[in-house]
């Protein structure tokens, strides 16, 4: 699911129907349930890009190093790298790799997915002092 998917449901799930306190408090723990597991799901997703990213950035060094053999050239689709970079050089060339700047755009996006779940989370768990507000202002206003 992309975030703007998350966005457009979570638009429509935090919307409190001031006609039905009850149910809309009722409705909290399940939308804290439905947010949470996808917490979790994107950040194994997470977990696993920068996994992906980790392995990828040795690979590249043993690439620009010149220490991959010809069969794991070949196990990666990579042809042979002619230039000699030295060990201070090494890192610029991994991060303007263009695999490396790709798994990296990917891992930023799926922590912004992360962050704004674990937002969203805190703002539904905050649901309930809202629903409780508004019914001590209900009954406040009706004399209660």
Excluded: C
């Excluded at 990579?78 to 263009?98: G, M, Q, S």
Aim: net charge negative; no cysteine; charged share 30%.
């Amino acid at each position: 699911m992309n975030l703007n998917e998350i966005r457009e449901m979570v638009s429509n799930d935090i919307i409190i129907d001031e006609t039905n306190l009850d149910q809309e408090s009722l409705k909290t723990p399940q939308l804290h349930n439905k947010y949470l597991i996808f917490f979790g799901d994107e950040k194994l997703i997470l977990k696993k890009l920068e996994t992906d990213l980790r392995g990828l950035r040795k690979v590249k060094w043993l690439y620009y190093t010149g220490k991959l053999s010809e069969e794991e050239l070949a196990e990666h689709g990579w042809e042979p790298f002619d230039y000699h970079v030295l060990k201070t050089d090494v890192d610029r060339f991994i991060n303007a790799d263009d695999q490396i700047i790709t798994l990296e755009n990917r891992v930023a996006f799926q922590k912004e997915k992360v962050d704004y779940l674990e937002n969203v989370i805190k703002i539904v768990t905050g649901r309930q002092w809202n629903i409780k507000t508004a019914l001590d202002w209900y009954k406040f206003t009706s004399g209660a």
